[in-house]
């Protein structure tokens, strides 16, 4: 089995960072790819930032030049740098782990409010 356990989430106001933080642990061998989605309006998650094992990246253009996704190989580990946040940026993040199979952390709120 596989956790994955995310923080960072919280209060911020317009202009404002936060750094989100997912590490994955358990019964795996290797990583393929982590990334990062929200909810949005829809009932699909929306994808912000995502990275795989060779470092390749991709992001939503609503956030380029904004957000940036990097990865602690060592620990198992990816954060999202978030700056310059928006109100419109408000909304739970989660963490996707893909292995063999994917794996989803619990959810952390992000709140850009002045």
């Known amino acids: 089995q596989v956790q994955v356990v995310e923080s960072g989430g919280g209060l911020v106001q317009p202009g404002g960072s936060l750094r989100l933080s997912c590490a994955a642990s358990?019964?795996?061998?290797?990583?393929?790819?982590m990334g990062w989605y929200r909810q949005g309006s829809g009932n699909e998650r929306e994808m912000v930032a995502r990275?795989?094992?060779?470092?390749?990246?991709r992001y939503s253009d609503s956030v380029k030049g904004r957000f940036t996704i990097f990865m602690d190989n060592a620990k198992n580990t990816a954060y999202l740098q978030m700056n310059s946040l928006k109100p419109e940026d408000t909304d739970v993040y989660y963490c996707?782990?893909?292995?063999?199979?994917?794996?989803w952390g619990q959810g952390t709120q992000v709140t850009v409010s002045s």
């Open positions: 358990g019964s795996f061998i290797a990583i393929y790819a």
């Open positions: 996707l782990v893909n292995t063999r199979y994917d794996y």
């Open positions: 990275m795989d094992s060779a470092g390749n990246t």
